[in-house]
């Protein structure tokens, strides 16, 4: 069953703009990841939030975790054209299970 | 030096073919899986194997069985091939631990299609 649910489904903003997106959940979690993916490319791993954390940063990456209300969101800060991908929340239980949301396609236009 | 690569990179067969995919890792990861993302960008986890143990085996047809013969390589072999199975494929790796699943390290992608 699919867990994460991204927002928006999609975003275009202009160089050098905030990028925010949104990531819901259902059930309990361990962790909480978020891959970018660009077009015709593999998916790679941005940044992980386990359950205690609140708030994580790496770069201009910000991401926020909210237990409570099952949600993250991810800030992408001064964006670049080169940012211009697919991002996908997934959430990690206690087994092996990574379960993807849509994904969140970010255009950033230079 | 790939981390994760797969073969081959684009496949196009007819309906009831059997085909093989591929998938090497050189991360030293105990556990590897296979992804489907279907058109609309779904990613769905097909299998996974932890040393070389079947540890996730969801909802598939059976006509998709995986192998692996050590902890480096998992193939996904697909039998009877129909026009439903034309995705992108994803091999994965990762690094068990004791606090759940950590950050997954993701192959090329083979995209399939069958005619």
């Known amino acids: 069953s699919q867990q994460g649910e991204e927002d928006p489904q999609a975003l275009s903003i202009q160089e050098g703009e905030n990028a925010t997106m949104n990531c819901s959940y259902k059930t309990s979690i361990n962790n909480l990841q978020w891959y970018r993916q660009n077009s015709g490319r593999g998916l790679v791993h941005l940044i992980l939030i386990r359950s205690n954390e609140r708030e994580k940063h790496s770069g201009r990456l910000r991401v926020t975790l909210d237990t409570s209300k099952k949600s993250s969101s991810l800030l992408i800060t001064a964006s670049r054209a080169a940012d211009t991908a697919s991002y996908f929340c997934a959430t990690g239980g206690s087994n092996y299970k990574l379960t993807f949301g849509k994904g969140t396609l970010l255009t950033v236009n230079p | 030096d790939t981390a994760v690569s797969q073969t081959p990179k684009y496949l196009v067969t007819q309906m009831g073919n059997d085909k093989s995919i591929k998938c090497e890792q050189n991360?030293?990861?105990?556990?590897m899986y296979w992804y489907k993302q279907d058109s609309k960008k779904f990613l769905k986890i097909m299998f996974s194997?932890?040393?070389?143990?079947?540890?996730i085996n969801e909802t598939v047809p059976n006509r998709f069985s995986p192998k692996s013969p050590d902890k480096a390589h998992l193939n996904l072999h697909i039998n009877s091939l129909e026009l439903g199975d034309s995705a992108v494929y994803f091999c994965?790796?990762?690094?068990?631990?004791?606090?759940?699943?950590?950050?997954?390290?993701f192959g090329p992608g083979t995209r399939l299609t069958v005619t």
């Open positions: 991360l030293g990861h105990d556990t």
């Open positions: 994965a790796s990762s690094q068990g631990g004791t606090s759940g699943i950590g950050e997954q390290y």
């Open positions: 194997y932890n040393n070389k143990e079947l540890i």
